[in-house]
């Protein structure tokens, strides 16, 4: 029965409810005049038992009688009473009951009273949610109305004045229909009616517009009791009013915010993000919803404007979110995605400027500047039949992150103030979300960045080897972890093949691979052997751990970190390599015959197991041999053993012939899963062998003679191999390497120059001792050497070899000659 048209959100809340209170009428004197089924439910007596006898008589204990008759003289003094009383129950055992005593009026100035009760048990159970019962609890204000059997009001309260507007004058003899015409008053008599014929109570939500608001429609609840003579027989019908605007208004919001905690969000994508907030506000609180974004937000840039310091001009907008109850009549000039403009005058720049919502009850499309700017909005608005607006503007972090409009053209009811501060309750929602994302985007963009900058761009082998290499990070949200791979071009055509893995996924453990990584590339321009640079290596990952634990915001050591380090040489074509606690590397012959290595394990980095030394093994691999170094995450699974995993990555291997970059995608794609639980890297390495015809060696005698032999022998190979050009270059820096390897060396001295990328001029000598560079005086004699192969040359270092040291200095060759 009750009026669902302009109700809404009315099947998202109940609006029939079962009475909740027991009702009595006494008259002047305190005798029981009428009695209801609700009251005999709860104190057991029926009416034949109570009505025509004194109040005082039947419902208090007897230990109770005074205490009830000051109630009842109360009730004359003051008009009426409410409190907690005792009362005694049909089979003898006593009730605690919360009462409501009220002041009826009738013709004449006569006077009754209707007494309006709950068990205390019942409220404090919270078993039903009655609104009258809530009212006696909460001493809210409860309109009163006692109907005849023809629905003539026979008595009334003053507080149902306050309700309706109806003087009681106006209202007695009359039926509701009479006093108040309309839909809502018939709907309320077939209630009545219905209470009269069957005796069972029943509630009905009903709409008025109070004397004392009447700018804002409310919702009352109407319990109806059908009022029993002695006989039980019924009297009249009584109506018990209570205003439930704000629960109603409290349920309908605590049903779209839950909602909208299911429906909003549901991505990191801001743009799905903007379609769910509008197709959650249609149709429950607007027919026509429209979400844009700041342009940048889409992109994950938050806007630099803050809110209030917008000057000039304003931010472009993009379309995120559009729904409607029929988007055929809304035809909007714009689609999801575009980009717009909102014109300076206009309520939408005002909201982006000052980060304040905006409210039209009543939307003026025939004027304004914004209507004049652009009259292809303003008709379609006008063909839509919009007639009430709302701007919310979606803030976070001091930030105008976009806009929501809300329109109504099918619900004639306009926007209220409670309809706002539920938009804005909405908006703030999904401007978490929104902001949220906006984080994600952005912290996953730094991430990248610095897996970026931390990992190799592009890995080249040089003479040495052929390479390729794969990163599957576990982390796939951020994409970074704490895998890393290097190849490192050497001297003398060498190159190092590094790789390792730092415990741990995300942003931390990539910060903590680029620590290492570099130290491993500063210890590699070093020339150290394997096994003495990851020596180096554990002391700097002690070190960093020791500070980062004595640091303030104590910053997650590097702790356990696994490292695989390989030196490959293409003229004698031997690899030599040592790991600590890194798996060991899988080596396939030119047959396709797969091998991994005795190697010595190590103890990972960074644990302080220095006793234990880190092991150098050297092996000599035919060329077009394939390397495979890898992380565990390649072969460690949480259902299968290491070795599966092994065996499964050498049978990939196994087809060695295949580009190195099929290879590749075979190994990743033959993992278990594609979401692996820990990061993944492979990096391949085909060796490669330099011509010997590439190669030319001489070893020269300890005289100082021996520069002028060396550069009469390089003068002659440069010219065998077309590099004239070079050769006076070269005989200067061949010139002064020897001389510095007799003067300061010891024999056996030995020259070799190696044509690949760049020509590399090196010279051997049994001294140990690196040279250092000098910055010598302008009367000084000596110091010149260094100084001079440093101007004349591209690069130039020296290395320890097993017997003594090697200085060596590189010249670029021309493109030709490096083709």
Known sequence: MTNTDHMPLAELVSSSEIPDAAIAMIDAEGTVVAWTQA???????????????????????????????????????????????????????????????????????????????????????GATDGSVRESLLAHAPIGIVVRDLQLRCTWVNDAMESHDGIPRDRRFGRCLKDSLPGFEAEALEVVMGQVLESGTPMVHEYRAWPPADRRREHVFSASFFCLQDADGKPLGVCSLSVDVTGNRRARERLAILSEASTRIGSTLDVMQT???????????????????????????????????????????????????????????????????????????????????SHLEPVLDTQAGPWVDHDPVRAQKVRDSGVHSLMVVPIRARRCVLGLVLFGRSEEQKPFQEDDLLLAEELVTRAALCLDNALRYARERTTALTLQRDLLPHRVQGGAAVEVASRYVPADMDYGVGGDWFDVIELSGARVALVVGDVVGHGINAAAAMGRLRTAVRTLADMDLPPHELLTHLDDTVRRLSEEDDAGPDKVPAVVGATCLYAVYDPVTRRCTMARAG???????????????????????????????????????????????FYTDGLVESRDDDIDVGLHRLGAVLAQSESPLEDLCSRVIEALPTQAPADDVTLLLARTRALPPAQVASWDLPSEPAAACTARQAVARQLSKWGLEHLVATAEVIVSELVTNAIRYGQGPNRLRLIQHQVLTCEVFDGNTSHPRPRHPQILDENGRGLFLVAQLSRRWGSRSETDGKVIWAEQDLPATAVA
Not at 52 to 77: K, T, Y
Not at 94 to 101: G, K, N, S, Y
Not at 599 to 621: D, K, R, T
């Open 582 to 628: 890194h798996p060991p590397p899988v080596i396939i012959d030119p047959q396709g015959q797969v091998a991994f290595p005795d190697l010595p394990a190590g103890a990972p980095l960074g644990l302080g197991l220095g006793l234990v030394p880190f092991e150098s093994v050297e092996l000599e691999l035919p060329e077009g041999s394939l390397l495979a």
């Open 274 to 356: 903007g379609q769910e907030l509008a197709e959650l506000a249609v149709p429950l609180l607007a027919d026509h919803a429209i979400v844009d974004l700041v342009e940048s937000v889409p992109f994950g840039v938050e806007p630099s404007a803050r809110i209030g310091t917008t000057a000039g001009r304003l931010p472009l907008l993009r379309r995120a979110g559009l729904a409607s109850i029929d988007l055929g009549v809304l035809e909007l000039p714009w689609a999801r995605e575009e980009v717009l403009h909102a014109h300076p005058s206009s309520p939408f720049a005002a909201a982006l400027r000052t980060g304040r």
């Open 39 to 125: 009251a005999q439910r709860l104190v057991g007596h029926s009416a034949r038992d109570v009505v025509g006898r004194s109040a005082l008589q039947v419902l208090p204990p007897p230990e109770d009688a005074l205490g009830a008759s000051a109630v009842l003289e109360q009730c004359r003094a003051q008009g009426g009473w409410s409190g907690t009383v005792a009362v005694r129950h049909r089979d003898g055992h006593t009730l605690t009951m919360t009462l409501r005593v009220s002041l009826l009026w009738g013709q004449d100035a006569a006077t009754r009273w209707l007494v309006s009760g709950a068990h205390v048990g019942a409220l404090s159970s």
